[in-house]
């Protein structure tokens, strides 16, 4: 046993590190190849990614946000 301050400590074990449940990332992608990267929120089940708010229905972040026939890029 260590002293210290005229404490006497004995050795614990380090404690195990939370498993918090950890929220998937944003995986847009911008055509700059630009990662996003924020918490994601919107899972789309087209393409099986997820997607913050703001890219999910962004045409230019996420391509499966258009509506069939519709090319995006306007504006």
């Given at each position: 046993m260590g002293q210290i301050?005229?404490?006497a400590?004995?050795?614990?074990?380090?404690?195990e590190p939370a498993r918090a449940k950890t929220?998937?990332?944003?995986?847009?992608?911008s055509r700059l190849d630009e990662p996003c990267n924020q918490k994601a929120s919107v899972?789309?089940?087209?393409?099986?990614?997820?997607?913050?708010?703001?890219?999910a229905l962004?045409?230019?972040?996420h391509p499966c946000g258009l509506d069939p026939g519709d090319e995006g890029g306007e504006g």
């Open positions: 301050g005229g404490a400590m004995k050795a614990q074990p380090a404690p929220q998937p990332s944003c995986e847009a992608v899972f789309c089940d087209r393409c099986e990614r997820w997607f913050c708010a703001a890219h962004d045409d230019e972040w």
